[in-house]
């Protein structure tokens, strides 16, 4: 897929790896649109970034989601391209029943239902630009964590399992309609994310994360499986049994 000139819109683009995906489009020569909660990182990002637009939404709210697609639909282009990358991850002590589970519906709704929803919003937007000739994708950040569950953070794996799966099958649906379906898995990755837990490994930069996901991105390579992500993917075919108990035992 070629990046330049195209206009792409990142969920959750103020920090992280959606801010360094916002930096890595742009170099490329695309306006980029992002949205997230908070307007103190969308402006700072707006002030770095030439021509970057951004809206302050709610992923995991409907009406701010149809919002989102509205106000992304009155820009100057049409968008080629939806990075589903807003993301949130909470620790869970499963021994605490059910005391515990307090952000486990919020997690479920940004981390899924939401990429569900604006996927839905978005593919009769994008079939249409692909078959007016203009090059169309949606990408889908998930996680190494998809393969390989870390104990710690329970509903966040199964999010991520669930948005690998949806993705398959959402690129399988849409095989014929000239509509690219990419999965972007990161390892662990430096960011706001973990909320100032200490994080235990080798953390990549979000720079890097995003460098390799637009290089298979442009390589046509939809399933990209970045770092130690690839590792996890492995270690979870060939000892499925075992990955739980050497990932988490590994952890101490
Ligand atoms: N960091 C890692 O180790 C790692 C590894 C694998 C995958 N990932 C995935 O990479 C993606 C980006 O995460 P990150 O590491 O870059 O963390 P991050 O810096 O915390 O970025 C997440 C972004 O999503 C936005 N966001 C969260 N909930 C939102 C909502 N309901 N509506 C709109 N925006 C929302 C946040 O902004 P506001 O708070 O202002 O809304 C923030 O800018 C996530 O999907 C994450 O699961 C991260």
Redesign the pocket.
Known sequence: MNLSDKTILI??????????LAHAFSGRGSHVLI?????E??RAAAEAIPGLEYFL?????DV?RRRLFEWAGERRSPVNVLV??????RPINLLEGTRDLAHAE?EV???LL?PIHLTGLFIPHLMRVASEGGEAAIVN?????AFVPLAGVPV?CA??AALHSYTESLRWQLRDTGVAVFEA???????????GRQ?VGM??S?EE?ARVTLAGMEEERYFIR?GR?DWFWSLSHQNPEGAVAAFNGNMG
């Open positions: 969920t959750g683009g103020g920090s992280g790896i959606g801010l360094a949205c997230g909660r908070r307007e990182p969308l939404c709610d992923v995991a709210d701010d589903n990358n807003a993301g949130i991850q919020n709704t940004t981390n939401a950040i998930t996680s190494g964590l966040y999010t991520k898995a990161p390892p662990l990755v430096e960011s706001e994310l973990h909320m994080v953390a990549l979000s994360a970045i992500a």
